[in-house]
């Protein structure tokens, strides 16, 4: 990863898909989605690098505030010692892909755009 807002996903990179927010709890779905990169194909991987920098291109005000809002937060563990990334936006302004990484894991990066 680049401080120049340009990463690469690595084998030992882990991403946590989370859905926050909203006056409905559903237990089920507040744990984070978990996807590790090591049970990731190479398209998989470069599915998962897009919607990571699809979330930085949206980076300017992601979130806002209100009881009833949903937001998703999106974070990379990077295990050998580089700082993790976190990204937070309003479920409204969520790409289909992220919605698919959370509703269905490693397997929504194998969905089509279209």
Same mark, same amino acid.
């Given at each position: 990863?680049?401080?120049?807002?340009?990463? !690469?996903?690595?084998?030992?990179? +882990? =991403?946590?898909?989370?859905? %926050?927010? /909203?006056? +409905?709890?559903?237990?089920?779905? #507040?744990?984070? $989605?978990?996807?590790?990169? $090591? &049970?990731?194909? #190479?398209? *998989?991987?470069?599915?998962? *690098?897009? +919607?990571?920098? %699809?979330?930085?291109?949206?980076?300017?005000?992601?979130?806002? %505030?209100?009881?009833?809002?949903?937001?998703?937060?999106?974070?990379? *563990? +990077?295990?050998? /010692?580089?700082? !993790?990334?976190?990204?937070?936006?309003? &479920?409204?302004?969520?790409?289909?892909?992220? =919605?698919?990484?959370?509703?269905?894991?490693? *397997?929504?990066?194998?969905?089509?755009?279209?």
């Amino acid at each position: 990863m680049s401080h120049n807002g340009r990463f !690469e996903l690595d084998s030992t990179s +882990v =991403i946590l898909v989370t859905r %926050e927010g /909203g006056f +409905v709890v559903t237990p089920g779905l #507040a744990a984070p $989605r978990r996807i590790d990169c $090591r &049970e990731l194909s #190479a398209h *998989q991987r470069l599915r998962l *690098q897009t +919607v990571l920098e %699809e979330l930085d291109r949206q980076r300017g005000g992601l979130r806002s %505030e209100g009881a009833d809002r949903r937001s998703f937060r999106v974070t990379l *563990q +990077v295990p050998s /010692g580089r700082p !993790e990334r976190e990204w937070e936006l309003d &479920e409204s302004a969520a790409p289909r892909s992220l =919605i698919g990484l959370w509703k269905h894991g490693a *397997q929504g990066l194998d969905e089509s755009d279209g």
